[in-house]
């Protein structure tokens, strides 16, 4: 079963993915700051990390560049509801995978969820 950690300060985006990646079959951790986000990541293997951009303290986009500084680390969606330019160039050069837009359906989390965990047919 892959581990998918959801690190968000909006508990209704958090119970959302945490809804949908579990009826996946997915097991789902989930934190509300970088600091809880990890603790976990230091103690769970994690397959996908899903970031908000915007978090209190540290950004999603700082601990994305430390979880790229680890090979085996686990793929990164960085999540925001802002879409600029500045924001999607800024994820990405941290090491984002890939970069996601809120507000989101179903159906393109689960595409971009099934891609980076290789598998799509």
């Given at each position: 079963m892959k581990t998918i950690l959801v690190v968000d300060d909006q508990p209704e985006v958090v119970g959302?993915?945490?809804?949908?990646l579990s009826i996946e079959g997915y097991r789902v951790l989930s934190a509300d700051s970088t600091e809880p986000?990890?603790?976990?990541?230091?103690t769970e293997k994690v397959d996908l990390a899903i970031l908000d951009v915007d978090l209190p303290g540290?950004?999603?986009h700082e601990l994305c560049a430390f979880i790229?500084?680890?090979?085996?680390?686990?793929?990164v969606v960085m999540l925001t509801g802002l879409e600029?330019?500045?924001h999607w160039k800024e994820g990405l050069q941290m090491g984002a995978d890939l970069y996601a837009v809120?507000?989101?359906g179903r159906d393109r989390i689960l595409m971009i969820v099934r891609e980076l965990l290789g598998e799509t047919d």
């Amino acid at each position: 079963m892959k581990t998918i950690l959801v690190v968000d300060d909006q508990p209704e985006v958090v119970g959302l993915l945490r809804d949908m990646l579990s009826i996946e079959g997915y097991r789902v951790l989930s934190a509300d700051s970088t600091e809880p986000a990890r603790e976990l990541l230091a103690t769970e293997k994690v397959d996908l990390a899903i970031l908000d951009v915007d978090l209190p303290g540290e950004s999603g986009h700082e601990l994305c560049a430390f979880i790229k500084r680890f090979p085996e680390g686990p793929k990164v969606v960085m999540l925001t509801g802002l879409e600029t330019e500045a924001h999607w160039k800024e994820g990405l050069q941290m090491g984002a995978d890939l970069y996601a837009v809120k507000p989101f359906g179903r159906d393109r989390i689960l595409m971009i969820v099934r891609e980076l965990l290789g598998e799509t047919d």
